[in-house]
């Protein structure tokens, strides 16, 4: 799967689960596998990075690493990065408590209609 | 609540019967997550969710394991099947086709990666394990998702395209000509035979380059099965597997082939002379119109044109006017050609490394500081010093040559790769300095390594030669003295690691391996042709070890140095077996094509035409007439990104749709595991 | 006017005084504007690294947090004079910020001193590269009034300039150019000094006099044989070594060397105009005194510049071109504009 | 797991050397920024490159294998850190990218804690000048010479008289020390930064 094919809402879907925060990875820009659909992606996150900043929450939580098949130290000194800073930003605890806003009820929403 | 919604979409109602299969991986997994634990867990908190069998097993991919597989399925009435193991990049084919045998559809089954994603990242055992299960977790509520999926099959074009006219290319041309296809040979240089034309001798049997690579050119030259398009390029390729449609751009040569003779005239009357830097290695001669050497295939020459006076200034035209066939055609414009083809092989080759870049090594500043395609061509007979060995002087033969290994190899600061045949080549040098000129010759080294067959031998006959060899990577090649004996002499400084001292070693020339780099436009090459490349530019293999020919790209082989470092054997080797892959395929007639592909719902599509400018490979068409849009499966190579952008949710992709993937984030964060029963 | 922050460092208020003298000199005319650090202490040379390290590198950090501090309201450029000095901040700032261990430890100690350093936070740079790639040679050329015609000069710039290099700022870590051009600029004869960058020996006449003999004896007879009326070099402790022990070590040879080492502030100040007593000029213990006489007392009669020759029919094996190197061509514009 | 696997598969006669299986780790970890000194594949570029090799008991190359054996004496009594004119061609030559100056002042003090320095001329010079630091904040070149060459070379300071007048007359040394104005800080520094050394 291409991070083209990246729908905003599975990252959504992923934090009302009960995830704290998300990491999207893809190649390495120019060097896409489908050609250019990374740059999609990186469209599709900043969006993302809004909308969160809207429902309150911090975008820090959404984290893009671009990332090729050579670069696993890379890789996984950013896994760790990200878990450090999302460690610092605290639990989201969605989908614990059902605490699940009315707005992060992705896979309902999906089935009908999609938000751009 | 979101749970209803997905089930009712595509899952089987509880229909579904799962089984779970861990594997060990002998210690590769074992070794970090408790496998035995996890395949209990799987049976016991998974079992509502259709699991009725896990298992645990060492080599899951051996064939016992696979009889383990098939067997559950036959005798359990299994319809799912989770495979938790190595990266489906290994092994999903395997399980895949053991599903198959069964009579369960391949792509009911589903792997998940829990040596790659966790046993070989993680060293907390208890922490790996829970990712394991979350993982399986994951997999099994993803699986339930998974519909039958038939592959498509397309007819295979039996013309393939090689790109790339050195030894590598050459013998994949032959071995596929000969078999009876056609080929097209697309070389950028007006002649083909690579680096292999410009070498003299060839280790370890020191057999003439030229010797035996001329007799394949001129093979391939007559074959009739060859279309051969030297001074050309690739601009654009199209389609896929069976069907790829290449776009090449024929370069004007400013000579018409059709009439010319290659009689040579015309470059014995240029007047204009130009330092040739690809094939002499910038050592020697060539005129403004000319073939690289004489025995080029094709024979015939081209213009250059920015270096002819003609070009430059509207007369000379001594080229046309000797030229007896009027071959010479100073307005001829660039060819673009359309080819179809069913497979390609690129075998693109390599660059040397610029010894410029080592400043400490002197070369470019030093005159007698060589290059070892340099030294190729001073070794050459047919050569800019007719094969003498002398300085840059033009006819000085050294008394004493030091000869450097790993020169911008093995360095962090430029490749840190070992780029494989240096050494040899270096013994090989040592040799031929020996016979030659009967100098000292010194060799300084890290590690010598004379791997394969024979080269060992070959080591210790330069040895035995009186070659002096010192262990150290040299730190500079300096033309100031310190001592008298050091005067007019270029002084190679060291540490002799085998003494533990500094020494000076004062020779009269030097000559630097210098290592093999991926072509300079290797990364741009690579993304026309669609395939990846390593960080370094190196062509990247499907498998290191098992598919190193093929790439990710199907269709798409590699061949030769383009993929990395490697010698003459090992090159052709990989050429023949790129071409036996190639006609593996052509020989099937039709491919079946991955079912990873998008397609519309037409009663959904709204004709927004969100989607129809996303696709990079041109498979969306929009239907004026009904207001909707339709994508070719052919075309389609899955990425996905239309089924994202959709508004409507009106295209599905299939092996990746939002159901799939919505339930394995439910399955990751353990939504759906039965809850720790209450002490009973 | 560019404004920088100074670190002077130790030497130039007395074994360099030459260098500070001439530095102030020529500021104002390239439009250098200099403050200092206030209340800046030694950075430890290469001594203090070897005795402890973290309080090596908080000696080295209570400058960085000063200058940082001043900074605060103005450019965050600072510039050094020595190579010595201006290695060690980069290297300080450097690793504070790649282990970042140390940089909490060094920032603990700070604290005892109630200040701070944010790794990163100051751009380290040596005069030498300033003048070059900050102020530009165009600028340099412009206040030319005076060229060094016929002084063979010798550009020395000793090893902690151009390596190890932190940032990729200079041409090359063996012959770096830079210094070249400067000197061109100035109107000087440049010779082919390929020991530019070799070391002076540092602190090795007070450790092992024979080895800095040893270095030195290499560097000033390789300077001798090319001809070279006057070294120049961009760090104290070079001048000092070859200006202050070359008589020891002509006795421990027995030879009888008289190679002058100058700053280049001093050159760039005599190109300028500048009287050669506001340079410094005088202080060295090997007199430079040729090279006034040189340019200024007997300056040497215009020669008309010989007509180019033909270019000879090449000879023997052609030579690879030189490797294009964009930072160098750059340079090459500035000096021919 | 592969540290594991090192200590116990290494056949090691002397027990004492068991220990020092550790000591490579140890110079890595009390050198200044990422030393990459475990990734020394010996081929001797920082040997060869060195101006003062000739000078040294051990090439650096040679050194850094002691190291690894866990030769803990006999590293720490070579006398290459102390020559080591830290002109960084090793640095940048070095194909592993090895910090091999930074690792050279490990040592030096490695050796100076575990007294194991063989001849004194270098680290009291390091001591006397860095004394003189620690007082002023400044260097003091005259204190520092007097002091240096009359313990370690007396009969030089004849030959050095030239040099020395020279220096006076031109007034490039000062006879009295320049002090900064706030030493209380330094110190406090200085003083902060040795308990946080010693702690490690």
């Known amino acids: 799967m291409c991070s083209g094919r990246l729908d905003p809402t599975f990252v959504f879907k992923a934090l009302a689960s009960g995830a704290d925060g998300v990491m999207i990875t893809g190649c390495h820009p120019g060097e896409c596998h489908y050609i250019e659909q990374n740059y999609k992606a990186l469209r599709r996150i900043q969006l993302m990075r809004r909308t969160l900043q809207g429902f309150g929450l911090e975008p820090g939580r959404i984290r893009l690493v671009w990332a090729s098949a050579a670069e696993g130290n890379r890789f996984a000194s950013e896994v760790a990065a990200f878990v450090e800073e999302v460690r610092a930003l605290g639990p989201l605890h969605w989908g614990k408590n059902g605490n699940v806003p009315s707005i992060a009820a992705p896979a309902a929403i999906q089935k009908e209609e999609v938000p751009a | ?680 | 006017m560019s404004d920088y922050i100074l670190y002077p460092g130790c030497s130039m208020e007395t074994g360099a005084r030459a260098y500070y003298d001439s530095l102030k000199a020529i500021s104002k005319p390239i439009g250098l504007n200099l403050k200092e650090i206030d209340d800046w202490n030694c950075c430890g040379a290469t001594e203090y690294f070897g005795i402890s390290k973290t309080p090596a590198y908080a000696l080295i950090a209570r400058n960085l947090a000063l200058a940082a501090e001043q900074a605060a309201n103005g450019t965050r450029k600072v510039v050094a004079p020595c190579s010595a000095c201006y290695l060690n901040l980069a290297k300080a700032d450097h690793y504070m910020r790649e282990q970042p261990k140390l940089g909490r430890q060094v920032n603990e100690a700070l604290a005892a001193g109630n200040l701070s350093y944010k790794p990163g936070s100051l751009d380290i740079h040596h005069l030498l590269d300033v003048i070059i790639y900050d102020i530009g040679l165009d600028v340099v050329e412009k206040n030319v009034v005076r060229p060094l015609k016929g002084v063979r000069v010798a550009p020395y710039l000793g090893c902690m300039v151009p390596r190890p290099d932190y940032d990729h700022r200079w041409s090359d870590h063996d012959l770096p150019v830079e210094l070249d051009m400067l000197l061109k600029t100035l109107g000087a004869d440049v010779v082919d000094y390929p020991l530019k960058t070799e070391c002076c020996g540092g602190h090795m006449p007070q450790i092992s006099p024979a080895t800095a003999f040893e270095m030195l004896r290499r560097l000033i007879s390789v300077a001798d044989e090319r001809d070279t009326d006057v070294m120049t070099t961009i760090c104290p402790m070079c001048q000092l070594n070859i200006d202050g022990y070359q008589g020891e070590m002509n006795g421990f040879f027995g030879t009888n060397y008289h190679m002058p080492i100058l700053f280049f502030t001093q050159l760039m100040g005599l190109a300028f105009g500048i009287d050669p007593k506001e340079l410094g000029f005088g202080l060295e213990l090997v007199s430079a005194r040729n090279v006034l006489d040189a340019i200024g007392v007997k300056a040497p009669p215009e020669t008309p510049p010989a007509p180019p020759r033909r270019p000879r029919k090449p000879e023997g094996l052609p030579m690879p071109t030189p490797l294009a190197n964009p930072q160098i061509e750059t340079l090459k514009k500035e000096v021919t504009k | 797991m592969t540290e594991a696997l090192t200590i116990s598969s290494t056949p090691v006669s002397d027990p004492k050397q068991i220990e020092d299986l550790t000591l490579l780790k140890e110079v890595a970890s009390r050198t200044a920024g990422v030393s990459n000194l475990e990734m020394c594949i010996q081929c001797g570029t920082c040997g060869g490159s060195c101006p003062s090799a000739v000078e040294m008991e051990d090439t650096p190359r040679r050194l850094f294998a002691m190291l690894r054996a866990g030769m803990r004496e006999e590293a720490l009594k070579s006398n290459t850190p102390w020559i080591c004119v830290s002109c960084y061609h090793c640095v940048v030559r070095c194909p592993q990218n090895i910090h091999i100056p930074d690792v050279m002042y490990t040592l030096k003090t490695m050796a100076v804690d575990a007294k194991l320095v063989q001849d004194s001329t270098a680290p009291d010079f390091s001591q006397t000048f860095v004394d003189m630091v620690e007082d002023y904040g400044r260097s003091f070149e005259i204190g520092l010479a007097s002091r240096h060459y009359l313990k370690h070379f007396p009969l030089r300071l004849t030959n050095m008289v030239p040099m020395g007048m020279g220096m006076l007359s031109k007034k490039r040394m000062n006879l009295t020390p320049t002090r900064i104005k706030n030493m209380k800080q330094l110190k406090a520094i200085l003083k902060r930064a040795k308990e946080l050394e010693a702690e490690q």
């Open chain 2, 1 to 680: 609540m979101t749970e209803n919604m997905i089930e009712n979409t595509s899952s089987n109602d509880g229909q579904e019967k799962i089984g779970v299969y861990v594997c060990h991986c002998g210690t590769n997994i074992a070794g970090v997550v408790d496998v035995v634990q996890v395949a209990e867990w799987a049976a016991k908190y998974l079992k509502h969710r259709g699991v009725v069998i896990a298992r645990e097993y060492k080599f899951m991919c051996s064939s016992l394991g696979q009889e383990l597989i098939e067997k559950d399925i036959k005798e359990l009435g299994l319809n799912r099947v989770i495979v938790a193991a190595c990266s489906p990049h290994l092994h999903e084919k395997t399980f895949r086709t053991a599903c198959a045998n069964a009579g369960l559809n391949p792509f009911l089954c589903e792997m998940v990666s829990i040596r790659e994603q966790v046993s070989w990242v993680h060293t907390d055992k208890a922490a790996a394990t829970a990712k394991a299960k979350a993982m399986i977790s994951g997999g099994v509520e993803r699986v339930r998702h998974h519909v039958p999926l038939e592959p498509m099959t397309v007819p295979i074009n039996p013309a393939t395209l090689i790109v790339g006219g050195g030894i590598a290319g050459i013998q994949s041309a032959l071995e596929i000509a000969d078999a009876g296809f056609h080929v097209y040979l697309v070389e950028r240089e007006p002649s083909i035979g690579g680096h292999m034309a410009q070498f003299d001798k060839t280790f370890p049997t020191l057999d003439c380059s030229a010797c035996i690579l001329t007799p394949k050119m001129v093979d391939v030259g007559s074959h009739p099965n060859i279309t051969l398009l030297t001074w050309s390029e690739v601009e654009k390729v199209e389609g896929y597997v069976g069907s790829f449609t290449v776009t090449v751009r024929k370069k004007a040569r400013k000579v018409d082939e059709e009439l010319c003779t290659g009689c040579g005239i015309c470059q014995e009357k240029c007047p204009k002379k130009v330092i040739d830097n690809v094939f002499e290695a910038g050592l020697g001669y060539r005129k403004a119109v000319y073939t690289p050497f004489p025995q080029a295939v094709p024979n015939f020459p081209v213009i250059d044109v920015p270096n002819c006076t003609y070009y430059e200034k509207g007369t000379c035209k001594a080229c046309e006017i000797f030229c007896a066939p009027k071959a010479i055609v100073f307005d001829q414009q660039d060819q673009i050609l359309t080819l179809k083809v069913g497979n390609i092989i690129l075998a693109t080759g390599y660059d040397l490394f610029d010894a410029r870049r080592m400043t400490n090594y002197g070369y470019g500043r030093l005159p007698n500081v060589f290059t070892s395609l340099e030294m190729e061509r001073l070794f050459n007979a047919a050569g800019p010093t007719n094969g003498n060995v002398v300085l840059r002087d033009g006819k000085t033969t050294p008394q004493s040559v030091g000869i450097i290994h790993c020169v911008g190899s093995r360095d962090k600061n430029f490749n840190n790769y070992c780029s494989v045949i240096c050494c040899m080549q270096s013994l090989k040098f040592a040799h031929l300095v020996h016979e030659r000129t009967g100098a000292t010759v010194y060799n300084f080294y890290i590690d010598i390594r004379a791997a394969f067959k024979d080269y060992d031998e070959f080591y210790q006959r330069v040895l035995e030669e009186g070659t002096l060899f010192v262990r150290g990577k040299v730190a500079e090649v300096s033309d100031v003295p310190r001592v008298e004996s050091e005067k007019g002499k270029l002084i190679i400084q060291v540490e002799d690691t085998l003494i533990g001292k500094q020494r000076r070693i004062p020779v009269d020339m030097v000559i630097l391996s210098a290592g093999l780099e991926p072509r300079k436009d290797s990364k741009e090459t690579a993304r026309t042709f669609g395939i990846s490349c390593s960080a370094n530019g190196w062509f990247t293999e499907k498998h290191p070890k098992l598919d190193p020919v093929a790439t990710m790209t199907e269709g798409i082989y590699i061949a030769g140095c383009a993929q990395g470092p490697k010698d003459i054997p090992a090159s052709v080797a990989q050429g023949a077996a790129a071409a036996a892959r190639v006609l593996g395929k052509i020989e099937q007639k039709a491919v079946a094509l991955e079912p990873i592909r998008a397609s519309v719902v037409e009663e959904r599509c709204s004709g927004c035409r969100i989607c129809n400018g996303l696709c990079p490979f041109n498979a969306i068409t929009f239907h004026e007439d009904r207001m909707v849009t339709e994508i070719n499966p052919a075309l389609c190579q899955g990425c996905g990104t239309c089924v994202a952008a959709c508004p409507a949710g009106a295209i599905t992709g299939t092996g990746f749709s939002n159901d799939q993937i919505m339930a394995q984030i439910e399955g990751l964060m353990m939504l759906n595991v039965e809850p720790e029963p209450v002490a009973a």
